[in-house]
């Protein structure tokens, strides 16, 4: 758009100057089992699945309540609070020789993780780590639960704790304090995102529903923004049936990137059924009601509004994009071809300036020689004895 935009310029400033024409151009754990627990394949009140959201209810009481997730969070109205403890992780960097189980559920791709993962800080209880999961669309259809100021992102990630004071996860999954679960958006870099890749390039191992296979450890933190201190805080619930009304979200303000050919094969690759694509496998924002949305900083205001980080410009290397509701920095938002495109667009418009001048100054040169070759012609009438 800012390189469409520059060309426009340019063109017109050509065409004023030569007066010529010319062209340019969450987390959803249920109480199937330790690590299973939050995309149910079924309970005992019947089957589910994405396309019959509007069913839940009717199937599953929790559903209709007043705290349901997810939510549409509007920064506008997101009540800061000073007194938000700043997120603390311990155990997040997992050995190489420890392995975990990825699975394909059906619902979800979900790497179940230990429960010496925690976290150790921002609540008044220690949670321990169940599993991670991802929620997706189509290049069309982008597929993120959570929205910001009614916008989807690609993709996000839910990383899903129970407390501590309880044994495991399927007993705190109903319990009012249970669940805190950590979510992310995932938008579109430039680069391959070398810590996603741990993950999508087992992907073919668990095409199938209910496959799954081992991956080795890693440093699960890298899949979470490189910030943590700036994030949304409410009280609300899973996004999958039985929807227990007894999580504690935190969504950060921050965003990761993958490249797009690593949301493509999250979107491509998973089978739900016999040959039924894995893909838009979120559910659709839920009212508000009466909860308040809490921010951990300061929202900066904007005219135009929040700036939403589809495709920064960072690589996939480093986790963090841009914030949600910060203004853009203009060399940020610049790929190297935008940069390239403006120097040379700016040198050729420069040159064709240079030309135009140097065509002008001798064209008054050309009529100032001419005017002084007439004023220097003396006019002498004929005589008798010349004619």
């Not at 007066?19 to 690590?35: K, R, V």
């Not at 309970?43 to 929790?62: E, I, K, M, R, T």
């Not at 999954?173 to 741990?198: M, P, Q, R, T, W």
Request: proline fraction near 5%; charge should be negative.
């Amino acid at each position: 758009m800012l390189r469409r935009l520059f060309l426009l310029v340019l063109f017109q400033a050509l065409v004023s100057s030569s007066s010529s024409s010319s062209s340019s151009e969450e987390d959803e754990s249920g109480n199937e089992g330790d690590h299973t627990e939050e995309h149910p394949k079924k309970s005992s009140h019947g089957h589910w699945n994405y396309l019959d959201q509007d069913a839940w209810p009717s199937d599953f009481q929790h559903c209709s309540g007043k705290s349901q997730s997810p939510i549409n969070i509007a920064t506008r109205e997101a009540i800061f609070d000073p007194k938000l403890p700043a997120i603390e992780l311990e155990g997040y960097d997992l050995s190489d020789t420890e392995q975990l189980n990825l699975v394909n559920n059906g619902h979800t791709l979900q790497l179940n993780l230990p429960d010496t993962m925690r976290i150790v800080s921002g609540f008044d209880n220690t949670f321990l780590a169940a599993q991670l999961h991802f929620h997706w669309g189509t290049k069309e259809d982008p597929g993120s639960e959570h929205t910001i100021d009614s916008v989807h992102f690609p993709a996000e990630i839910h990383v899903v704790h129970y407390n501590s004071k309880y044994p495991n996860i399927s007993e705190a999954a109903s319990k009012l304090d249970g669940l805190a679960v950590l979510g992310a958006f995932i938008g579109i870099g430039l680069h391959e995102n070398e810590n996603y890749e741990k993950i999508l390039s087992s992907l073919r191992d668990v095409s199938r529903e209910e496959s799954d296979t081992e991956i080795p450890g890693f440093n699960v933190r890298n899949l979470l923004p490189n910030s943590l201190d700036r994030f949304y805080r409410y009280n609300g619930s899973l996004t999958t049936p039985p929807c227990f009304q007894t999580v504690n979200w935190t969504i950060f303000n921050d965003t990761i990137t993958v490249s797009r050919r690593q949301l493509a094969a999250l979107e491509d690759t998973l089978k739900a059924g016999q040959n039924q694509l894995l893909n838009k496998n979120f559910r659709a924002p839920q009212l508000l009601y009466n909860r308040r949305v809490l921010s951990s900083f300061r929202a900066e205001s904007s005219s135009t509004g929040p700036q939403v980080p589809f495709n920064p410009g960072n690589d996939g290397s480093s986790k963090k994009g841009r914030t949600m509701n910060e203004p853009v920095d203009s060399e940020e938002t610049l790929s190297r071809g935008d940069i390239l495109a403006i120097v040379f667009g700016a040198l050729f418009f420069v040159t064709l300036l240079s030309f135009m001048i140097y065509a002008c100054q001798q064209r008054k040169k050309t009529l100032r020689l001419k005017k002084d070759a007439r004023e220097n012609v003396i006019y002498k009438p004929a005589t008798k004895e010349e004619v």
